[in-house]
């Protein structure tokens, strides 16, 4: 039969255990406010942790066959279509057959764990019961974040927001979750009205400088120049950025002129269909190989074709939607070949005559000027490691034969061991790792071989595969396996409470990436939120 106090059944159950029965179960489910470890009960008893263990299970057994299955059904009939979190702290005024444990919370928390499935942790600072674990709720939020991150084009209002994150929290059953899981990404939903007209709509996700810049691109009624940009974004972060700006717009913006950015939004009332057809049609019946500029395909375009708002840059902007052609960079566009590999192909096997040609390892720039010359395609082309040629040092290119003091037998041994130990430790190599480990092979190594050129000659081979971070990891794993600098900065700027110098900040990122980091660090910081005070040379978060 049901009783009609939770409280006083359990007091009453508690009172028939044998003294040390009673306190082990008291100290383990936190009665006087914490909950005691099996190892500090059991040396405070004299007995194995085991012991401790056996004894808190037999307690519990008969606790919960007692009042544990009412306790589940209260608070299955508590959580059913719930639209607003269940508090601890409101848990009495919810049901009457729970009061008594206001100055018990830690108590009740660990019996509602131990005897139901459902679980108690804090949300901001209140406990809150429900039918996912901590873990979970941190998985929730994350997954929320990317599903919002896929749905930005959809120009989400913030009802439609959260109305989406009711429907990912109620699939994790946790619906009444759905506010506070709003509550918790809010600082990186960023919410702008388009041209600074209507309700705002969801256009970036995210607490970088990026996702700042978005917002202000979206409310812009025109296109504007980076400095005034960054200008805007100062005064959002309340510190100068403008070094940053220009770069990032790159990646999120479409160039109206000489360092102005806009979105497409902004374009002007152009027939663009038109014209991109009457452009093909110039580039396609040219050569084969024949770069074409912006300017020079404006002068052919007919009379028909010209208006006042069509410029190099908004033609630009208009062949971005091409099929048939290529932007090779700098307003400069190529016709797309039917077998897109073969120009990769043809250049790679140019590269690598350029470099055997010159009988000595050649610079980036070099090669490019030499390809110019020769064969007059585009200079941005990007050079890729092959099984001949690989990087000594950035940007300078040699022969895997003739240039990397390494036999055709050492460079086999050499990927043979990180293959070995990548597939053992099933996590990945940062650059800095790798002479380390060819040693410990015993892998004889010239004094001048480097990190960088073991790293090169890795990704000669397909079955290795170097990631951002400079992590070299095997080619059929989907990440690095290993904290990257740009997350562990993260990490540590999250969790500081106290301004920390640039060397501290480095020590503790040095602590999470398990190598010596040498790369400068001011711009992650910023990104992560943290401020520089000049003064004092040291570094706080952002006052919210």
């Known amino acids: 039969m049901e009783s009609k106090n939770f409280y006083n059944e359990l007091d ?14 008291e100290r383990r489910l936190g009665f006087n406010g914490v909950s005691d470890s099996l ?15 056996q004894i808190e299970s037999s307690c519990l057994y008969t606790i919960n066959k007692s009042c544990g299955v009412v306790l589940a059904k209260r608070l299955k009939k508590l959580l ?8 601890m702290n409101d848990l009495e005024q919810e049901d009457e057959w729970l009061q008594g444990f206001l100055e018990r919370t830690v108590f009740l928390g660990q019996l509602i764990e131990k005897l139901t499935n459902y679980h108690v942790f804090a949300i901001n600072d209140n406990f809150v019961i429900t039918q996912i674990n901590r873990d979970q709720w941190t998985d929730l939020k994350a997954e929320t974040l990317v599903a919002l991150k896929e749905k930005e084009k959809e120009r ?6 959260k109305q989406f994150l009711r429907h990912l929290a109620s699939n994790q059953n946790a619906g009444e979750l759905s506010q506070l899981l709003y509550d918790s990404i809010e600082e990186k939903l960023h919410y702008a009205s388009p041209q600074g007209k209507g309700a705002k709509i969801l256009c970036s996700v995210g607490r970088g400088l990026s996702n700042i810049l978005t917002g202000l691109l979206v409310e812009a009624t025109e296109p504007l120049h980076y400095t005034e940009l960054a200008k805007r974004c100062s005064d959002v972060l309340g510190r100068h950025v403008e070094g940053y700006v220009h770069n990032s717009l790159k990646d999120l913006a479409y160039l109206y002129g000489r360092g102005i950015y806009g979105t497409l939004d902004h374009f002007p009332a152009i027939n663009k269909k038109e014209i991109l057809s009457a452009t093909e049609k110039i580039i396609t019946q040219g050569p084969p190989e024949r770069q074409w500029s912006c300017s020079e395909l404006l002068s052919k375009l007919k ?6 708002d069509l410029n190099k840059y908004t033609l630009n902007i208009i062949l971005s939607e091409s099929k048939k052609l290529k932007s090779v960079g700098r307003l400069m566009w190529i016709k797309k070949r039917k077998t897109g590999e073969v120009l990769r192909v043809d ?26 010359k020769q064969r007059g395609l585009d200079e941005y082309f990007t050079i890729l490691p092959t099984a001949e040629i690989a990087r000594i040092k950035p940007n300078l290119w040699g022969l895997v034969e003739r240039d990397f003091l390494l036999t055709k037998v050492e460079r086999q041994q050499m990927i043979g061991s990180f293959l070995k130990f990548l597939e053992k430790r099933q996590q990945g190599l940062h650059i800095s790792e790798l002479k380390n480990i060819l040693l410990k092979e015993n892998i004889s190594l010239p004094d001048v071989f480097t990190n960088y050129m073991a790293m090169s000659l890795a990704q000669t081979d397909s ?22 600098i740009r997350e562990a900065v993260e990490k540590v700027a999250e969790k500081l409470t106290v301004p920390m110098n640039m060397l501290e900040l480095r020590s503790e990122v040095e602590k999470i990436v398990k190598h010596e980091v040498k790369q400068p660090l001011h711009r992650l910081l910023e990104n992560a939120n943290l401020i520089r005070d000049e003064q004092l040379n040291t570094w706080h978060k952002q006052a919210m």
Do not use: C
């Open 12 to 25: 009453n159950i508690i009172s028939t255990f044998p003294e040390r029965s009673r306190m082990i179960v």
């Open 39 to 53: 190892e500090s009960i059991g040396q405070d008893l004299s007995v194995t942790r085991e012991r401790v263990r």
């Open 80 to 87: 059913n279509k719930r639209k607003n979190p269940l508090y």
């Open 156 to 161: 989400l209002s913030p009802a439609k927001v």
């Open 303 to 308: 009379n028909k074709h010209k208006t006042n």
């Open 347 to 372: 250049l790679q096997q140019t590269v690598t005559n350029v470099i055997r040609t010159a009988k000595h390892p050649i610079y980036t720039n070099d090669i490019k000027e030499f390809i110019l």
């Open 463 to 484: 079955r290795l595969k170097v990631r951002r971070g400079q992590i070299l990891g095997l080619a059929t794993w989907k990440d690095g396996k290993r904290i990257t």
